[in-house]
């Protein structure tokens, strides 16, 4: 019962991240001609989903992938060590 009150608490503090950073169109538009315009003469890159990706948002995907990796360890260590902590 405990387990369900936190997930449930983790989904709600989830939705709420996600809801309140939500960039309006308009101003999704302006970032998009910004980066169409100027990611090959910023970054030298052809594709500018690549040029996003690699130069721009770099250590953002660095961090979230280690982040993704320690949320896997701490899901893998709690289901072997169920109720030992």
């Known amino acids: ?28 538009t302006d970032y998009l001609t910004y980066y169409v315009k100027n990611s090959f003469s910023q970054t030298g890159g052809v594709n500018v989903v690549t040029s996003i990706y690699l130069n721009y948002r770099v250590f953002d995907t660095l961090f ?17 060590h169920e109720g030992d902590y």
């Not at 979230?64 to 072997?80: G, H, V």
């Open 1 to 28: 019962m405990r387990r369900k009150f936190i997930a449930l608490y983790m989904f709600i503090v989830f939705l709420l991240c996600v809801t309140i950073h939500v960039v309006p169109l308009e101003e999704a």
């Open 64 to 80: 979230e992938t280690l982040l993704l990796l320690i949320s896997i360890i701490a899901i893998i260590y709690f289901s072997r």
